[in-house]
C-alpha cells in the first residue's frame, strides 16, 4: 500500500490520504481570487466522489485567505459529513477547533498532525495567524508549508523538530526562486518535493506556470512533482 497518496484540489488544496486517514486540507474555497483556481460547483462534486461515504477525517486550513478557506464550502462539508474534525486559526465556524498557540497536536487514524505558527509571505500578511504542518504515519512525515514566507527560520526549526522530512508540499515560489531552491535543499532537504498553488490552465494570468515549468529542471535534490491539473493525483512509497 501507498504510504501517501496526494490529490490536488485547486490552488493549494489536497486530498491527502495518509495510511488509514483521509484528510482535505486548504481544500475548500469556492472563490476566484486573482489568478488563482479555485473549487467550482463541478470540482466541489466531484470531490465528494473521491472521498469515502463517512467523509474525510480531518478537514484543515493553514490561514483563512479566500484563496484557501470557504466558511460556506467548510459548512456544507460539515453538514455532509459531521464526524470530520474541523481545524482552523481562526474562530470561524461551531464545533471547529481553534489552534491558537505556536505548537499545537492533531490526532489522526494512525498518525498525527504537528502544527507550527508560521510568518505569512508578505509584509501585507505579517499579521494573518497562519500555520505550518507535518502529517506523519509511523516514520513517513510530510511537509505542507502553507502560504510561509519564504526562507524562514522558523520553518527550518519546525521541520527539524519534527525529523527528516519525506516528502513537501510548497507553492511554486519556492521553486521559481533561486533562494527558495538552496533553502528548501540545504535547511528542510526534503524526500521528494511537490509543488502547487499554480493556478489551472487558461486560468494563469501572470505566466506562474510557465514559470514553474522552466525551474523545474534546476531543482536535481530530490524526485519533483508540478501540481497543475484538477484532481491530478500522485503517489508516495
Same mark, same amino acid.
Given at each position: %500500500?501507498?504510504? $501517501?497518496?496526494?490529490?490536488?484540489?485547486?490552488?493549494?488544496?489536497?486530498? !491527502?490520504?495518509?495510511? &488509514?486517514?483521509?484528510?482535505?486540507? #486548504?481544500? =475548500?474555497?469556492?472563490?476566484?481570487v486573482e489568478s488563482w483556481s479555485t473549487v467550482t460547483e463541478d470540482r466541489w462534486?466531484?470531490?465528494?466522489?473521491? @472521498?469515502?461515504?463517512?467523509? &474525510?477525517?480531518?478537514?484543515? +486550513?493553514?490561514?483563512?485567505? *479566500? #484563496?484557501?478557506?470557504? &466558511?460556506?464550502?467548510?459548512?456544507?462539508? %460539515?453538514?455532509?459529513?459531521?464526524?470530520?474534525?474541523?481545524?482552523?486559526?481562526?474562530?470561524?465556524?461551531?464545533?471547529?477547533? @481553534?489552534?491558537?498557540?505556536?505548537?499545537?497536536?492533531? /490526532?489522526?487514524?494512525?498518525?498525527?498532525?504537528? =502544527?507550527?505558527?508560521? *510568518?505569512?509571505?508578505?509584509?501585507? +500578511?505579517?499579521?494573518?495567524?497562519?500555520?505550518? $504542518?507535518? @502529517?506523519?504515519?509511523?516514520?513517513?512525515?510530510?511537509?505542507?508549508?502553507?502560504?510561509?514566507?519564504?526562507?524562514?527560520?522558523?520553518?527550518? /526549526?519546525?521541520?527539524?523538530?519534527?525529523?527528516? !522530512?519525506?516528502?513537501?508540499?510548497? *507553492? +511554486?515560489?519556492?521553486?521559481?526562486?533561486?533562494?527558495?531552491?538552496?533553502?528548501?535543499?540545504?535547511?528542510?532537504? &526534503?524526500?521528494? =518535493?511537490?509543488?502547487?498553488?499554480?493556478?489551472?490552465?487558461?486560468?494563469? %494570468?501572470?505566466?506562474?506556470?510557465?514559470?514553474?515549468?522552466?525551474?523545474?529542471?534546476?531543482?536535481?535534490?530530490s524526485p519533483l512533482t508540478l501540481l497543475t491539473e484538477p484532481f491530478q493525483r500522485? !503517489? !508516495?512509497?
Open positions: %500500500m501507498a504510504r $501517501c497518496e496526494l490529490t490536488l484540489v485547486a490552488n493549494a488544496g489536497l486530498l !491527502i490520504r495518509l495510511g &488509514p486517514a483521509v484528510i482535505l486540507a #486548504d481544500a =475548500l474555497h469556492d472563490r476566484q462534486r466531484t470531490l465528494q466522489t473521491l @472521498l469515502p461515504a463517512a467523509g &474525510p477525517d480531518l478537514i484543515l +486550513f493553514t490561514h483563512c485567505h *479566500p #484563496d484557501h478557506f470557504s &466558511p460556506r464550502l467548510a459548512a456544507r462539508a %460539515m453538514e455532509r459529513w459531521p464526524g470530520a474534525k474541523l481545524v482552523l486559526p481562526e474562530q470561524r465556524l461551531a464545533g471547529q477547533r @481553534l489552534i491558537d498557540a505556536q505548537r499545537e497536536t492533531v /490526532s489522526l487514524p494512525g498518525g498525527t498532525v504537528r =502544527l507550527a505558527r508560521l *510568518p505569512h509571505e508578505g509584509a501585507a +500578511f505579517a499579521k494573518v495567524r497562519h500555520y505550518g $504542518c507535518v @502529517l506523519e504515519h509511523g516514520d513517513f512525515r510530510l511537509l505542507l508549508t502553507g502560504d510561509c514566507a519564504l526562507c524562514a527560520e522558523a520553518l527550518a /526549526s519546525f521541520a527539524g523538530d519534527c525529523g527528516p !522530512i519525506d516528502a513537501a508540499v510548497a *507553492p +511554486f515560489p519556492w521553486l521559481t526562486l533561486r533562494r527558495g531552491r538552496e533553502f528548501l535543499q540545504e535547511r528542510i532537504r &526534503p524526500g521528494q =518535493l511537490v509543488i502547487c498553488h499554480l493556478p489551472f490552465a487558461g486560468e494563469d %494570468m501572470y505566466g506562474y506556470r510557465t514559470a514553474a515549468q522552466k525551474a523545474a529542471p534546476l531543482w536535481q535534490a500522485i !503517489i !508516495i512509497d
